[in-house]
């Protein structure tokens, strides 16, 4: 077994001068002292990337920052799904007694440490550098791309992709650590400068500073224990050239793999954290893992299903869209708010009962994907 | 690039050609080129030139670019192309393609090289 026993997270936005090491060294001072531990007891640590700070052992440039000697560390690079693909390799690492308490941390000065040509230009590098990178695609084209794909398939409009990015505002306005707090409408996004078609500014997340982390432990160490139940990966291919058919993709793949794993139904689940680095994103996933039918996610979106008050609460932090980005943090802070949410201490945010989450990350242009069951035990 | 012994040059060595790979084992097409079959792993795929003919599969205007050299083109259309030969592939097309749209490619300058782009074919 395993338990997330500590979490920590920064506000997202701009810490002016803060570096990647300082990011990381903050939210995992907040994630050992929630977890009740001493730095000292730590003997794992995971680490993402910095796109800013680019090192080949990140994991031990930050153990020697911040004072750890650990017994295992490395670095790991998925994507959008690096964080929950660690929080998947902690849960495997204590399980098999290889360390009794992981640190997954990350952090990155995405946001002030360079410029936003600068971030754009790295994260079109997943795209293949011979047959993609040179005819100048940006992230935001290569899930633009899906996007068309994906609306003339199912019937998806534009109004129905920014009722996301509306939905994850409205959550991002209750939490003070969210970059944006200025309610938005459809029509706003509607309205937003273009970016890569169908896709606009409101469609997209924000480029962000900021630091997420979490304690994987043996055993729990408060009152309220939040046990990983099972989680699964999947991973069809890189990039988008190469991407098998809507129907296909690899976030199905994952989640009825972590279902298998796990025991959980669809059903049995009260939380939803889920990526959302673009609206078309959000709407894709929710689909693929069965929290709405295909072409259904925005009607529920509409009614009121997946708000902090709904049958199905989702990213009640405000996601990637609002709450921001910065880098493999960027998902991290989807777990750091479902553990406040099963825990009970997520204040004017807390939703009733999140006995049960789902969590999924996606990396590259729906490349990877990691699907996890938490389980909250008392 | 890791080319089989044949390999066939294409834009993305500048010349003007679309060049795929089919696998003499197993039947599949592939255009990232590589000196074996990614399905069934026998070497040395052979390499052939593409008609340049095809179907719109997806489309994004790119309006926001992250380059001097590629800002100077917005708004580009990036296009997802499934060729008539099978493969699928990536190139810049005109900015009315819908998805489903039949296609025919040319080469067209794009931030000092030249690119594949579609237009709708002549019926």
């Known amino acids: 077994m395993s338990f997330i026993t500590g979490v920590g997270l920064t506000a997202y936005g701009r810490h002016e001068g803060s570096s990647t090491l300082e990011l990381m060294s903050k939210a995992a001072a ?94 079109a590098q997943v795209g293949h550098p011979d047959y993609e990178v040179p005819l100048g695609p940006t ?24 009722e996301f990015a509306v939905l994850m505002r409205k959550h991002a306005l209750t939490h003070p650590g969210a970059q944006f707090h200025d309610p938005i409408t459809v029509a706003d996004v509607m309205a937003s400068k273009p970016v890569a078609l169908p896709l606009k500014l409101l469609d997209c997340c924000p480029v962000s500073d900021g630091g997420a982390a979490f304690v994987v432990s043996r055993e729990r160490t408060g009152e309220t224990g939040v046990r990983v139940r099972g989680c699964a990966q999947a991973h069809t291919h890189q990039h988008v050239t190469a991407a098998p058919a809507l129907s296909e993709l690899g976030a199905e793949i994952a989640i009825g793999r972590a279902k298998q794993a796990s025991g959980v139904a669809i059903a049995d689940v009260r939380y939803a954290a889920v990526y959302d680095s673009f609206t078309i994103t959000l709407a894709m996933l929710l689909e693929d893992l069965g929290l709405a039918g295909r072409g259904e996610a925005a009607a529920r ?78 | ?96 393609l819908a998805i489903g749209d039949k296609v025919t490619a040319r080469f067209a300058p794009f931030a000092g090289r030249l690119v594949p782009y579609f237009a709708k074919a002549k019926s």
């Not at chain 1, 899930?143 to 998806?156: C, D, F, I, P, T």
Request: proline share 3%.
């Open chain 1, 139 to 162: 992230i935001p084209a290569y899930y633009g791309l899906v996007a068309s794909r994906y609306m003339h398939e199912y019937g998806v409009t534009e109004e129905d992709l920014a």
């Open chain 1, 301 to 378: 979106v509409r009614s009121g299903y997946f708000s902090r008050d709904g049958v199905m609460p989702l990213n009640t932090h405000g996601g990637l869209l609002s709450y921001g980005h910065c880098g493999v943090g960027g998902a991290m802070a989807h777990l750091v708010e479902t553990h406040l949410q099963m825990t009970g201490r997520a204040g004017n945010r807390q939703v009733p009962d999140a006995s049960i989450a789902l969590l999924h990350g996606d990396g590259g242009v729906l490349s990877s994907h990691v699907s996890m069951f938490l389980e909250r035990v008392r």
């Open chain 1, 30 to 123: 907040l994630a050992i002292s929630d977890a009740g531990l001493k730095r000292s007891e730590i003997d794992g640590i995971l680490c993402g990337y910095s796109t800013v700070a680019p090192h080949i052992m990140l994991a031990t440039v930050f153990a020697e920052h911040f004072g750890i000697r650990p017994a295992y560390a490395h670095a790991v690079q998925v994507g959008g799904a690096t964080g929950l693909a660690m929080t998947m390799l902690a849960h495997h690492l204590v399980e098999s007694n290889v360390a009794r308490h992981v640190l997954v941390v990350s952090g990155e000065n995405r946001l002030t440490g360079q410029s936003r040509d600068a971030t754009i230009l790295a994260l």
């Open chain 2, 1 to 96: 690039m890791s080319g089989g012994k044949h390999a066939l040059a294409d834009w993305t060595t500048g010349a003007e050609a679309i060049v795929y790979q089919s696998c003499a084992a197993c039947g599949a097409k592939q255009y990232f080129r590589r000196s074996f079959c990614a399905v069934c792993g026998a070497p040395d795929p052979e390499e052939m030139r593409a008609s340049g003919e095809g179907k719109v599969y997806a489309t994004s205007q790119v309006v926001r670019a992250a380059t001097p050299e590629t800002r100077a083109h917005i708004p580009y259309n990036i296009v997802l192309v499934d060729t008539s030969e099978g493969f699928r592939m990536m190139a810049h097309g005109d900015n009315d």
